[in-house]
Every structure is written in C-alpha cells, then in structure tokens.
Nanobody
Framework: VQLQASGGGLVQAGDSLRLSCAASGRTFSTYVMAWFRQPPGKEREFVAA????????RYVDFVNGRFTISRDNVMKMVHLQMNSLKPEDTAVYYC??????????????????WGQGTLVTVSS
C-alpha cells in the first residue's frame, strides 16, 4: 500500500484547509485510515481515524468539532477537512493505514503504512 498526502499550505488563523490522501491497493475499503500530525519539535500525535466503510470515526479531543475525516472507497481517497485553524495546528500531517482494520486505533505503532506528510502552517 502506498499513501500520498497532499493539500497542506500556509494559511491564516481561522481559515480552512482540506487534506487529501491517495491510496493504492485492492483492499483499501478494509483499512482503517487515519491522520496524525507532528508539530515542530514534538512527537507525532493522533488526529482522526475512520473505519473501512466510513461509518465510524474517532477524533482527538483538541479537534473539538473543527476537523472532519471522510473517505471515498471508489477513488481510494481519505480527506481531512480542517476548519477554524489555529496556530497550534501547525504541523506536518500524515495519513496512515491500518491493514488489520478492526478498531480505530490512536497510536502510531498500530498503523503499518504511512504517507510522506504534508506541511500545514497556520499564521496568527
């Protein structure tokens, strides 16, 4: 499975961005997909995950309704819509795939495929 993240950029506080992750692989619809982020000088942290069908989602508390994860299994894409961005959202955002796909996991070691990351910078 190969993952290609895109959509990052420089925005101002309060703006919106939509990140996308294109995936390869025949069994994409069975994977749990997730977004993680790594702020400058900090460890990678969980942001959101979505089940293979798209029927279940999970978010970290600091998202607080601002972010929405979605997926398109026909196009093999997963998206992260980010609204009301804050300077503390500045990070490299990574998409990840869990091929086991049984739970919406939140730790990095439980995801076996990773994209290359896309940088989001939010200015104040």
């Amino acid at each position: 499975v190969q993952l290609q993240a895109s959509g990052g950029g420089l925005v101002q506080a309060g703006d919106s961005l939509r990140l996308s992750c294109a995936a390869s692989g025949r069994t994409f619809s069975t994977y749990v997909m997730a977004w993680f982020r790594q702020p400058p000088g900090k460890e990678r942290e969980f942001v959101a995950a979505i089940s293979g069908s798209g029927g279940s989602t999970r978010y970290v508390d600091f998202v607080n309704g601002r972010f929405t994860i979605s997926r398109d299994n026909v196009m093999k894409m997963v998206h992260l819509q980010m609204n009301s961005l804050k300077p503390e959202d500045t990070a490299v955002y990574y998409c990840a795939a869990d091929s086991v796909g049984l739970r919406l996991r939140v730790t990095t070691h439980e995801y076996d495929y990773w994209g290359q990351g896309t940088l989001v910078t939010v200015s104040s």
